[in-house]
């Protein structure tokens, strides 16, 4: 765990309850308690699916932001690329005749060259990643609109590649084995790798990394390949849930995942956050906008209450962290190597 | 990872810790389970109040808001809860993503505005196959995920209003021209099509003298309006069959200081075309009642959860508003409704 508290050793059982994933944890308990005891059918198996299932591109989304907000970047053009890969999934399976599973694989790699711009332009004009992406949200949403004229979309998906978004296997969502996969490989190359190391490192200090021998722009280049890649699979599930790709899929959805990562601990200017923060994020929200439904609460509140979750989680975790210090200032504790890693 | 005894053990007695606290919260987290799936089995009782569920294209548009006031007024007097509940952001997933919460949620009925036919559709076939009864309004869905239309009006219905009303301002002679959307959008050719299928059989003494689009904008309808008023000398007046064509055209039959010479009418929202119908520039109005068609589908929905509105029906009784026929698996609105300078103020959509 990468919180730089002063003293993290300060007490073993105070920092993790003042960690900033733990008060999440605990407002999301709070949450699906509140939620259950107002709506009857609110911690049903088939609702839990509901969340999971509704949540899962913007999960991915989230997923992959994580590593590129570490860097102390960002990557605003994450949905407009979902709405592009989803209508080039659409025309490739249905103008140019190929199965969905080809269509899948060639989708996946415009979503890898699509990254790829957004790499390159980043690491070749030094440009803020903020800008560059800003620029390419546009440029991705305009092409999807320009190739379908804003008017076409794709429909009659075979029966096989829907489900994938809407049936069950093996009694679990279908795309939910997906989510996890993805989960646990961006999990193990954050928090268990070399490379998530230098992500961090980049986000801390990008000069001192270079010096450190980090090769900074090939790392950076990574994180937002990978973006693109698993952009491009939130489009395909995307489609398969609705049956449908048009040019305005995804809207928005770069500013919902951004806010899964920060609500879920990972600082806005990098170096700090973990990816278990983010998941809890993405639940936090999500059993938020479904809890709301069954607490018969209009749809508006939900995003009130998201702005406010956020508002209080980013708050909650900074006051204890204040006071943790304090306290640990008047104990004076043993200095001692802090653990680099812990789940 | 390298670290000293001292702080291996301090590290493990961390993480232990941390396993208490995890294991804590699942127990709870699995004895709510437990806990809800017994009160939830207890609850569905005998009389039970139905659900319907209103899912408009989006919950701000003055549209909607004036068709939820009479799916209000139905659900009070048919005595069951009303949801209105639909995407506030411009999210083409949300209201597959409400339909679902609402088939989780146990709705009896579920009535629908589609923003998107084909991608809604999954959704509603999908509360189907759980016993949800599903009818839409406004627009439709695909004909299968679906049991009712509530069709707020036939392409005859408006083409014939608009040209009853033309006429009758006309005094059934005389020149009149055409503002349209786009020469190629089909809803309009349609219209177009029964606005002259009409005149040829009832007004044989009028003559549509041109057909203009103003690719649903409103400075290039005031231009194209402009164009026309210099063009026919004898235009009496100017139809658009487009919403944002009426106050347009308006516009420009009021610049030209034709107001009342040159008569404007056509299809639109009377917030849009208050002020032209106040000033009398802009003669009529038309559309359908968008208080009616709430009304009527918050009726339909509830026959249809109650199992008193089968397949095959001919008519549905609707409350205050009495009978309505039933054509096909459509359930007609009847005919559009004129808004003039006396009733206006009454509408705010």
């Known amino acids: 765990m990468a919180a730089p508290t002063n003293n993290p050793k300060s007490g073993g059982w105070r920092t993790i309850l003042f960690r900033h994933e733990t008060i999440l944890l605990l407002v999301l308990v709070l949450e699906w308690f509140y939620f259950n005891s107002v709506g009857p059918r609110f911690g049903s198996l088939d609702n839990t699916y509901d969340i999971l299932r509704h949540s899962v591109e913007i999960g991915l989304l989230a997923l992959v932001m994580t590593p590129i907000i570490l860097t102390g970047g960002i990557d605003l053009s994450v949905g407009s690329l979902l709405g592009l890969c989803a209508i080039l999934f659409g025309k490739l399976w249905r103008d140019a005749g190929l199965s969905p599973a080809m269509a899948g694989i060639w989708t996946l790699g415009i979503g890898a060259l699509a990254g790829g711009l957004n790499a390159t332009l980043i690491t070749w004009l030094r440009l803020p990643p903020l800008i560059i992406t800003l620029g390419t949200y546009s440029l991705f949403r305009g092409l999807a609109e320009a190739i379908t004229h804003g008017a076409d979309t794709f429909t009659n998906f075979p029966a096989s590649f829907l489900f994938l978004g809407q049936e069950r296997w093996l009694g679990i969502p279908a795309q939910a084995p997906i989510f996890v996969a993805v989960a646990v490989a961006v999990w193990l190359l954050v928090h268990r790798t070399t490379f998530g190391r230098s992500f961090r490192a980049i986000g801390f200090a990008p000069k001192g990394a270079r010096y450190a021998g980090i090769p900074v722009e090939r790392r950076i280049a990574l994180v937002y390949v990978l973006a693109g890649i698993v952009a491009a699979l939130a489009a395909i599930i995307y489609t398969a849930r609705l049956g449908q790709a048009k040019a305005d899929a995804g809207t928005g959805y770069e500013l919902f995942a951004i806010t899964a990562v920060v609500l879920g601990g990972t600082s806005i200017f990098g170096g700090v956050g973990s990816v278990h923060g983010t998941l809890l994020g993405v639940a936090a929200i999500a059993v938020l906008n479904n809890g709301l439904v069954h607490a018969r609460q209009p749809r508006e509140v939900a995003g009130m209450l998201t702005g406010a979750l956020l508002l209080l989680a980013l708050s909650g975790s900074v006051v204890p962290k204040m006071l943790t210090t304090l306290w640990s200032r008047r104990q004076t504790p043993p200095a001692s190597i802090q653990p680099t890693e812990a789940a | ?349």
């Open chain 2, 1 to 349: 990872m390298v670290s000293t005894a001292n702080s291996t053990s301090q590290y493990s007695t961390n993480r232990s810790c941390m396993k208490k606290f995890l294991a804590l919260l699942i127990v709870a987290g699995l004895a709510a389970v437990t806990g809800c799936s017994k009160s939830s089995e207890s609850s569905p009782g005998g009389s039970k109040k139905l659900t319907v569920a209103l899912l408009p294209k989006s919950k701000g548009n003055a549209y909607f808001i004036s068709c939820r006031k009479g799916a209000d007024k139905a659900a009070k007097e048919l005595g069951i809860d009303l949801i209105f509940d639909g995407p506030t952001d411009p999210d083409p997933a949300k209201q597959n993503e409400i339909v679902d919460n609402w088939i989780t949620l146990g709705v009896d009925a579920i009535a629908a505005a589609c923003e998107n036919k084909e991608g809604i559709s999954t959704a509603l076939r999908k509360a189907r196959a759980k016993g949800v009864k599903v009818i839409t309004y406004d627009a439709d869905a695909l004909p299968d995920a679906r049991e009712f239309f509530v069709n707020q009006a036939t392409p005859q219905g408006i083409g014939y209003a608009l040209m009853d009303e033309t006429a009758r301002l006309c005094g059934n002679e005389g020149e009149f021209a055409v503002i349209t959307g786009s020469l190629t959008a089909a809803n309009q050719i349609e219209w177009r099509k029964y606005v002259e299928e009409r005149r040829a059989a009832q007004y044989p003494n009028m003559k549509l003298v041109a057909v203009r689009p103003c690719d649903d904008l409103k400075d290039k309808a005031q231009s194209e309006a402009t164009a026309l008023l210099s063009a026919y000398p004898n235009l009496k007046l100017i139809l658009s069959t487009t919403s944002l064509g009426v106050p347009g055209a308006a516009e420009a039959v009021k610049q030209a200081g034709k107001t009342g010479q040159v008569k404007v009418i056509g299809l639109g929202l009377p917030s849009e075309n208050r002020r032209y119908v106040k000033e009398g520039v802009t003669d009529s109005v038309i559309l359908w009642k968008t208080e009616d068609l709430g009304y009527l589908t918050v009726y339909a929905a509830d026959a249809l959860a109650r199992g008193t509105l089968k397949p095959g029906a001919k008519s549905i009784k609707a409350g205050s508003l009495g009978e309505f026929e039933i054509q096909g698996d459509n359930i007609m609105l009847g005919k559009p409704f004129v808004f003039n300078k006396d009733n206006i103020d009454q509408f705010d959509f």
